[in-house]
Structures are given as C-alpha cells and as structure tokens.
C-alpha cells in the first residue's frame, strides 16, 4: 500500500503511473506470478495528469494480462466515459450531482430493466451493484462501522489532556 495523499498532483501521478505501468508489464513478461490489483482512491484527481494514459491502459488492456484495476471516487462524471463503461463491477452508493448520475445512466448495462435513477440508493449504507460477470444488479446495505467515535472528525481539542508533572 502506497499513500500518496501527502503529495501534491503532479508526484501522486508520477507513483500511480509508475506503479501502474510496472504491474502491466511484469504480469506480460510473466515476471510475477500472482494476479495484481491496483487500488485507486480519489481516482478523478489522476485522470488529469501523467497517470491517465497508464489507466487508461489498464482500463482497456489490462485484463488480458490479469491485471485489476479498482478506481473509487466520489465523482463518476471526473472520470472518462471509458472507466465507467469498462467496470466488470460498478459500486454506487448515494449520488446526489446531477453530472454523476448522468455518468452512471450512460453506462446502464441493456440487462438492466430500471432506470439508474430509479435504482440509486437513498438511505445512508445503501449500495447499487450492477455485475457484468453475471449480468445482475443487486441493492444491498453495508453493515454499519462501530467506532469508538462514531463516524466523528477527529478534534484535537477534545483529546485529554496528559499530566506529565513530576514531583
């Protein structure tokens, strides 16, 4: 795992392609043996630079290879037509931006009898599936996260205070 997130645009790129490309070609000269899957997080801010060709590579190419590509944003519409259309798997949970959902209606497999819109998820939790493997699409709710702070921003000012006098 590679976290990039203290980066500025340009070296997060640089790493996302660099990663990219090296996978690519180690699964076509055979060099590694275990399928590889690159996570994207954010996956709009690298379309933008030096790594959207490699993507775009693995998008369209690298199947073949065995290499898995996972790109998780919270904007469909930032990202090309191509990684929409090209998703073996489509998550969706809530969108509410009319460009992202409109993203997600180009892309609406022919198996699929319900409008996108009319299959979003509405509750917090609620996720759309739509699965080219089998052809199926599924709403299901992912289980909720227990958490000693509940989903709450971190604020140093309700940490406590340590009292580190000795006497």
Do not use: C, K
């Amino acid at each position: 795992m590679l976290d990039v997130s203290g980066l500025s645009a340009a070296p997060m790129n640089a790493v996302v392609r660099g990663v990219g490309e090296a996978l690519y070609r180690a699964r076509i000269a055979g060099d590694i043996p275990r399928l590889p899957w690159l996570l994207v997080d954010e996956a709009h801010t690298f379309f933008d630079g030096v790594a959207a060709r490699t993507l775009s590579v693995l998008l369209t190419r690298g199947r073949a290879p065995g290499v898995s590509l996972v790109l998780a944003t919270q904007r469909p519409s930032a990202v090309p037509d191509v990684a929409v259309s090209q998703a073996d798997v489509l998550l969706s949970h809530r969108l509410t931006a009319e460009r992202d959902l409109e993203a997600l209606r180009a892309a609406r497999p022919t198996y699929m009898s319900a409008s996108v819109g009319e299959r979003m998820p509405t509750d917090p939790g609620e996720v759309l599936i739509v699965d080219d493997a089998t052809e199926t699409v599924h709403t299901a709710r992912i289980r909720e996260r227990a958490t000693p702070h509940g989903g709450d921003s971190p604020r140093a000012s309700e940490l406590p205070v340590a009292d580190d006098t000795t006497e």
